[in-house]
């Protein structure tokens, strides 16, 4: 297993799969962490969440319980990324509880996403989601309430 696991704290029955990167970060109880993931310092996932192959959720990110993150999420936490920055500090995300993420979404840093929330895959989220949407497209608008019909 080539992996790089260090300074993690899990919960219990969390399953992790090989080739990844994690590292000062928190894994709630029940969750799921796919291949090629990468998951630094200061971020958390809570219970029973799953997480799809090469996604990397990046220093600044919280996400809430029974949340999935498809195949290949990309999470920023920098809006004007600079070489070298003596004063840069990591911009938030918070993804609330039970919130759905498609495979190759792009989720840019210092927003909110809703309870009950669906990210629409390929989609690129440029600011807060509310709860009960869902969103697509680039940049990521509402397309409908999760309560309508499908």
């Known amino acids: 297993m080539n992996s790089c696991i260090r300074d993690v704290i899990q919960g219990t029955n969390v399953t992790i799969y090989n080739f990844v990167n994690l590292y000062g970060c928190k894994i709630g109880d029940n969750s799921k962490i796919g291949s090629f993931v990468e998951m630094q310092r ?59 993420i498609g495979s190759g979404a792009v989720i840019l840093p210092e927003i909110s996403i809703g309870e009950n929330s669906v990210i629409g895959a390929g989609s690129v989220v440029t600011k807060d989601v509310l709860q009960n949407t869902i969103v697509i497209g680039n940049p990521a608008r509402f397309y409908k309430y999760v309560t309508d019909e499908r």
């Open 42 to 100: 200061g971020s958390e996932i809570g219970k029973c969440c799953k997480v799809s192959s090469h996604s990397f959720i990046c220093e600044g990110v919280i996400i809430g319980n029974n949340v999935f993150i498809g195949h290949g999420v990309i999470f920023t936490n920098d809006k004007y990324p600079k070489v070298y920055d003596s004063t840069w500090e990591p911009l938030q995300t918070i993804v609330e509880d039970n919130v759905s």
